[in-house]
């Protein structure tokens, strides 16, 4: 009777790193969006009904850029993130642009900031779930 043995295999002393993850226009559209919805939202909340400033339009168009870019970037990095730091970028990137659009409303800094942080904690602890019950 003749018996089985294991084939010996090669170990890896180094870390493999990750496979780099194609860019999809998917990837550039969805950060775009998000910069239009937030610019539009925020200039539709300065304008409260009245009549349309060059203000209130480059306080949306700002907004929206600077938003678009800030998901832009994050969306570039997160996977050379691990998925604590990944998680609370996304929500300290959820609770500053709802903090942002709550403070156009002329509610005080302290309401602001409190429902930005407290979204933000909501957010992170929601991604950090997803995350680390899906990866490896």
């Known amino acids: 009777m003749a018996t089985h043995a294991t084939m010996p295999t090669r170990r890896r002393t180094q ?3 990750p496979a780099r993850r194609a860019h999809s226009a998917l990837a550039s559209a969805t950060p775009l969006a998000l910069g239009v919805i937030l ?3 925020a200039f539709f909340i300065k304008r409260d009904g009245g009549a349309t400033t060059a203000g209130q339009i480059w306080l949306g ?9 800030l998901c832009f970037a994050l969306a570039r990095i ?29 509610n ?5 900031s409190l429902l ?3 979204l933000a904690a909501g957010t992170a602890a929601t991604m950090f779930y997803v995350y680390y ?3 490896d």
């Open 15 to 17: 870390a493999r790193t």
């Open 39 to 41: 610019g539009f939202w």
């Open 61 to 69: 168009v700002v907004s929206g850029v600077v938003f678009a870019a």
């Open 78 to 106: 997160r996977w050379a993130l691990p998925r604590e730091l990944r998680a609370g970028a996304f929500g300290a990137l959820t609770g500053g642009a709802i903090g942002f659009l709550y403070s156009l409303h002329d």
């Open 108 to 112: 005080s800094v302290l309401s602001s």
């Open 116 to 118: 930005g942080l407290v």
């Open 133 to 135: 019950t899906r990866e």
